[in-house]
């Protein structure tokens, strides 16, 4: 019996993986990119923004690489926690730059990141199905969706190490697949928010 459970567990993650990587990598097709709506850049200080956003972005891209490699090699649950903050506040600074270039996603991104304060007593399951599964956010278009992930999914991490600082293998593995996830958005978010 123990077994069996084992196996519908197991299938279920699977499961919810593969549904979650489909979303973040099939949600918007290049024709609909190209069809959102976005705030002009009309002044100087809007393009340096946009500017700081973008090497922002980049090296979220590094950043997560090398969470997704610290989680690999049994680096210890602070530096983790270290670096998913870090995360966490590269990816307000292009949120910041998301809610102006895409006025739609203003209230959903707003309430997407007032997530922080809640992140030292909000469960794991809350923060799925109210985060990652948009449960407390309001309703947006589609393109809103990648920005928020930037912000979530580290968020989710700070979530998993607080409850199991020994970082067992399971937990590594929840870690590796929050990061590698968001950074299949970031391409979305430089595409909608950058160009």
């Known amino acids: 019996m123990q077994n069996a459970c084992t196996l519908f567990v ?54 997560a690489k090398k969470l997704v490699r610290m989680a690999e090699n049994g680096t210890d649950s602070d530096t983790i926690t270290r670096q998913a903050g870090e995360l966490l506040d590269l990816s307000e600074v292009v949120i910041d730059s998301a809610r102006f270039r895409l006025p739609q996603c203003d209230e959903y991104l707003a309430k997407s990141i007032s997530l922080r304060s809640s992140l030292n007593e909000i469960s794991h399951e809350r923060l799925e199905k109210d985060y990652h599964h948009d449960g407390a956010l309001p309703k947006a278009p589609a393109e809103c969706y990648h920005a928020k992930d930037l912000f979530v999914h580290p968020a ?40």
Request: net charge negative; hydrophobic share 45%; no cysteine.
């Open 10 to 63: 197991k299938i279920f993650f699977i499961i919810l993986l593969f549904n979650q990587h489909v979303m973040a990598s099939s949600t918007m097709t290049n024709e609909q990119l190209m069809d959102v709506k976005r705030a002009k850049v009309d002044s100087e200080a809007q393009r340096q923004q946009l500017q700081k956003s973008a090497v922002l972005l980049a090296n979220y891209e590094i950043e």
């Open 156 to 195: 989710t991490v700070l979530v998993l190490t607080r409850d199991d600082p020994a970082l067992s293998e399971h937990t590594r593995d929840s870690i590796k697949k929050e990061i590698t996830e968001v950074l299949a958005h970031t391409e979305f978010v430089r595409q909608l928010v950058l160009y």
